[in-house]
C-alpha cells in the first residue's frame, strides 16, 4: 500500500492537498482519495479501507466468488417458497442481470446499481423504480445472509422522493359500474375484496376448508401469517357455491380446479376497467377503496388492520383515504358556524353595540 499526492506543489508534506492510496488485491488495484492532508489519517484511512477489502473478498482464494445469475436463480428459488408474489422478482432481477452483467456477484458496485436505476427511470415512473429498488435490495441483502457478501452494495442506493401515497378510490357510482358489468368471478373477486380486503392471491389461494360459518381462513398471507377476514352471510353462499368440486378451490378452473395466476386476473380486470371508461382503477384500488369507506362509516383502526392484514396501523393510515365527501362534510360544519356567527353579528346589533343573541345584563339579573 502506498500513499501518494497528485498535486505538483515543490513540498508535497507541507501542501493542503488530500493524500490518496493505492493497493492491490487479488489482482484488482484499488485507488481512491484519503481526502485529508494529515499524513497519519490518511494512513489509517488507507489501512480501514483495505480490511473493508479483504473483507469483501474474504474466501476468494478458497472458493470462487458466485456469479450474479447464480445468486439470482437461488434467491427466486428461495422466496418462491415463502412469497405469492415472487414471479414479479423474477422480471425485475433479470433486467438487472442484463444491465449489470453476468459478473462475480462481489464485484457489483454501488455505480452498476445506480445506472440501472437511472435507466429504468427513463422507461417506467420513479415510484416504480422505488419498488424494484426493494427487491434488489432485498436480493443483495439475502447474499449478505447467506455470507456471499460482506457488505451489500445497496446500502449507497438511494430510492426517489416521490409520493407514495395512493389517492385513488373507487366512487360509488364506479363500484356500482364495475359490479353490474364484470363477469361472475371478477365480480365475486371484487366483492371479496371490497367487503374483506382480501389480496389477489390471497383470494385466489382460498379453498372450501378455508371458509368458516362467518369468516374465511387466509393461509397463505403476504405476511406468512395466517389470519381469519370475517365476511358475511350472503358473500359466503356465494362463495361456496363457486367453489370447484375437484380441487376444492374457490376460484378453481378447468378439470384440474387449478386457479389462474393472479398475473392473469390482473389483466382482465385492468381490460374490464379500460372497457368501462374506469380510468386508474386495479384490482388492489379496491382494497384502498374497501379499507377507505370502512374508516368513513366509523370502523376502528383497529378492526379494519386485522381485516386487512397488516402489520402496523401505519399501513392503515396509507390505505384509508380521505374522499370529496368526507372533505365537504368537514367544510359544511365550519361553514354553518360561520354562518350562525354571521347572521348573529347582523341582525342582533343593537344601538349600544350588544348582540339580541347574547342576553343583556340586567334582564339576566331580574331573571
Known amino acids: 500500500m502506498r500513499l501518494f499526492k497528485r498535486c505538483g506543489c515543490a513540498d508535497p508534506t507541507k501542501c493542503r492537498h488530500p493524500y490518496w492510496y493505492i493497493f492491490k488485491l487479488y489482482r484488482r488495484r484499488h485507488r481512491a482519495s484519503t481526502r485529508t492532508a494529515n ?15 479483504l473483507e469483501g473478498r474474504a474466501g476468494l482464494r478458497q472458493t470462487p466468488p458466485v456469479r450474479l445469475s447464480a445468486h439470482v436463480k ?6 418462491a417458497k415463502t412469497n405469492r408474489t415472487s414471479y414479479k422478482d423474477e422480471a425485475v432481477l433479470e433486467r438487472l442481470v442484463k444491465s449489470v452483467g453476468d459478473r462475480p456477484i462481489t464485484e457489483v458496485s454501488p455505480f452498476h446499481l445506480e445506472r440501472w436505476k437511472r435507466e429504468r427511470a427513463e422507461q417506467v415512473s420513479r ?33 426517489y422522493r416521490v409520493d407514495n401515497v395512493r389517492l385513488r378510490v373507487c366512487a ?37 376448508d378455508d371458509i368458516g360459518p362467518t369468516y374465511a381462513t387466509v393461509v397463505q398471507s403476504k405476511s406468512g401469517r395466517s389470519r381469519q377476514a370475517p365476511i358475511t352471510p350472503e358473500l359466503r353462499a356465494d ?40 380510468t386508474g382503477i386495479s384490482h388492489h384500488v379496491l382494497r384502498h377503496t374497501g379499507a377507505t369507506v370502512m374508516v368513513a362509516n366509523g370502523v376502528s383502526l383497529r378492526a379494519v388492520q386485522t381485516i386487512g392484514g397488516w402489520t402496523s396501523l401505519r399501513m392503515v393510515e396509507r390505505y384509508s383515504h380521505l374522499d370529496d365527501a368526507e372533505l365537504q362534510r368537514a367544510v359544511r360544519v365550519t361553514h354553518n358556524h360561520t354562518e350562525w356567527a354571521s347572521s348573529g353579528a347582523t341582525n342582533g346589533a343593537t344601538a349600544t353595540g350588544t348582540s339580541s343573541t347574547e342576553p343583556d345584563k340586567t334582564d339576566r339579573g331580574k331573571s
Open 39 to 53: 499524513r497519519q489519517l490518511a494512513e489509517r484511512i488507507a489501512s480501514k479501507e483495505r480490511v473493508l477489502a
Open 239 to 278: 362463495l361456496v357455491a363457486r367453489c370447484h368440486k375437484t380441487s376444492g378451490y374457490v376460484f378453481g378452473v378447468g378439470k384440474d380446479g387449478q386457479p389462474p395466476h393472479p398475473a392473469a386476473v390482473s389483466v382482465a380486470f385492468a381490460r374490464l376497467t379500460r372497457s368501462l371508461h374506469l
Open 74 to 79: 437461488a434467491y427466486l428459488a428461495h422466496t
Open 172 to 208: 360509488p357510482e364506479e363500484i356500482k359500474t364495475l359490479l353490474t358489468a364484470a363477469p361472475a368471478d371478477l365480480r365475486l373477486l371484487a366483492r371479496l375484496t371490497l367487503e374483506s380486503l382480501l389480496r389477489l392471491s390471497e383470494a385466489l389461494a382460498l379453498r372450501k
Open 127 to 159: 415510484s416504480t423504480v422505488n419498488r424494484e429498488l426493494n427487491i434488489v435490495r432485498g436480493c443483495f441483502s439475502r447474499a449478505v445472509e447467506w455470507d456471499r457478501l460482506s457488505l451489500s452494495p445497496m446500502r449507497r442506493v438511494k430510492a
